[in-house]
């Protein structure tokens, strides 16, 4: 990425490439209808988000929360990298050096939006720290002196490449040139916060209605369990543009639930449905769409030194779970025509200068149940002496389903899947606190559009407890970090070859999109690659 110029068609260009199944219409900004009656909208997500504030908030539940609130640098819509407030950026020729200049913005309360605001809001992502800030990496990982700074308590940072010029001027210093870094941006780690709201180390304070916001709508009511509700932002700079008085987002975690509500006309969007059931409703085929690029996989925990069950510590048994799943039986069995076999990690849909990644990468496993059972008998286990393995997840209708599958064809070659169940955030605590599993349940939309993304999930520094990929994995990512072109591609295609088709440290099962439904009449919402949507521009007709 060059000066911003050329940063937004290059971004735009290998964007526009994708061919999601959008829930969208796209980006339509609308128009000014003058009305007597308040416009209003209502959105419904399948889970509470955690605390609000945006270091923390970044998970798809936390974005569609979030998003409606805060306006990054850039943001991604359906037509690619676009800038937000950064009005124009500026590229060294080394490319380690991004100065920005940000557009005329104002928070709610009237306060000039300034680059301190967003020096602030990276400070205090800092001092909130990885283990809450799982987004942090986007940070740590490509900004100079910032991994020094993490868990600090202090806005003195004076080594931190991440820096305002004057007040309308950001200046980041990167460790190391990124062409995709822009599209980091729009994460809630860089959103900007103002330190009269939100104290260094604190991530309560964003619960309690009263702060300004710097986006399109103000939170007026918060309770992160029933309903949030918002106002439009009269101070926003794009506030001309946004045809909603008011707004809210309810908290309806059962899917079907979720489904009648909608069908009611109690929501005008619905974020999490059952794919399998909207699809075979022929009088919600106009309303019914698919978001985000997602891979579904069964995650191992297989490390020596964080391993459960130590029989996952062995190549054979992990190349049997590899090659022991039909994947065309859980696709079958979902029948919600958004569903496709994953034979890798990343998922298709991430386009570069070499074309899709997955087509590029290839397939890297697949269905092959002698193999499998082969490999079960060099670890001493068969149909007759089974291994006992314990699959965990969060139940939904989706999950029972593929665990159900799971069960079933692991049977027939030779391994016994005890099922084990939580609700979301005690499964989530142990998978990735404790690391107290065997396999779980895993699944990951794309933040951006790079390989990137899913990869990076296997290395030590970005797990909170390792329990899969190794120090050679490890290595080859960092060696692809210092690469560039075709050549970091195919470092990238190694790792995952690796990862997956030769030591089986990860099950893929399949790629989606996010269901959902929206109502007759709904303009302006725009999705991106995270299977959520943006509402700033939405209209709804009365």
Request: aromatic letters at 12%.
């Amino acid at each position: 990425m060059k000066k911003l110029t050329r940063i937004v068609v290059i971004a735009i260009t290998l964007l526009m490439a994708l061919s999601l199944v959008g829930c969208s219409k796209g980006g339509d900004t609308g128009t000014d209808t003058p009305t007597d009656e308040p416009k209003t909208f209502t959105f419904a997500i399948g889970d509470q988000p955690n605390y609000m504030d945006p270091a923390i908030a970044s998970d798809s539940i936390g974005s569609y929360v979030i998003n409606q609130m805060f306006f990054p640098l850039y943001y991604l819509s359906n037509e690619g990298l676009m800038p937000g407030a950064a009005e124009d950026c500026q590229v060294s020729d080394d490319e380690l050096v991004y100065t920005i200049k940000l557009r005329e913005n104002y928070w709610s309360d009237g306060v000039k939006v300034t680059a301190n605001d967003y020096v602030y809001g990276v400070k205090h992502a800092l001092s909130i720290g990885s283990a809450e800030a799982s987004y942090l990496s986007w940070i740590t990982d490509y900004v100079v002196g910032a991994a020094e700074y993490e868990g600090a308590t202090s806005t003195d940072m004076p080594n931190l490449g991440y820096v305002a010029l004057d007040d309308d001027t950001l200046q980041i210093t990167l460790l190391k040139p990124v062409k995709f870094y822009t599209s980091l941006l729009w994460g809630g780690v860089y959103y900007p916060l103002r330190e009269d709201f939100a104290p260094m180390g604190d991530y309560t304070w964003a619960d309690t209605v009263g702060y300004p916001m710097n986006g399109a709508f103000v939170p007026t009511s918060i309770d992160r369990a029933a309903k949030i509700t918002y106002e439009a932002n009269p101070n926003w700079c794009w506030a001309d543009k946004v045809n909603l008085d008011t707004m809210t987002c309810l908290v309806i975690a059962d899917q079907d639930a979720q489904l009648m509500a909608f069908q009611k006309g109690e929501i005008d969007f619905a974020t999490s449905v059952e794919a399998a059931t909207v699809s075979k409703l022929p009088e919600l085929a106009n309303n019914f769409g698919a978001t985000g690029i997602i891979n579904y996989y069964i995650e191992l925990n297989c490390r020596p030194d964080s391993a459960t069950n130590e029989a996952l510590t062995d190549v054979n048994v992990r190349q049997a779970l590899l090659w022991g799943i039909d994947r065309k039986a859980i696709v079958d069995a979902r029948d919600d025509g958004v569903t496709r076999e994953l034979l890798g990690f990343v998922p298709s849909g991430l386009v570069s200068d070499e074309g899709d990644f997955r087509v590029a990468g290839g397939e890297l496993c697949g269905y092959d149940p002698d193999y499998a059972k082969d490999c079960l008998a060099k670890a001493g286990y068969s149909v007759d002496n089974p291994l006992v393995l314990e699959y965990y997840y969060n139940q939904s209708s989706t999950h029972d389903l593929v665990a159900a599958v799971i069960k079933d064809q692991y049977a027939k070659i030779g391994i016994e899947i005890k099922l084990k169940t939580a609700d979301v955030r005690t499964f989530f605590a142990d998978r990735d606190q404790n690391a107290a599993f065997e396999l779980a349940r895993g699944a990951m939309s794309a933040d951006y559009n790079d390989a990137l993304t899913y990869l990076d999930m296997a290395t030590t520094t970005y797990q909170m407890k390792a329990v899969w990929g190794d120090d050679t994995y490890d290595a080859m990512m960092l060696d692809a970090a210092s690469m560039g072109g075709q050549e970091r591609l195919d470092q990238l295609h190694a790792a995952e070859t690796y990862l997956v088709k030769d030591q089986a440290m990860v099950v893929p099962l399949f790629e989606y999109g996010s269901a959902c439904l929206r109502a007759d009449g709904v303009t302006g919402d725009f999705d991106n690659f995270q299977g959520n949507s943006i509402f700033w521009f939405v209209d709804v007709a009365k």
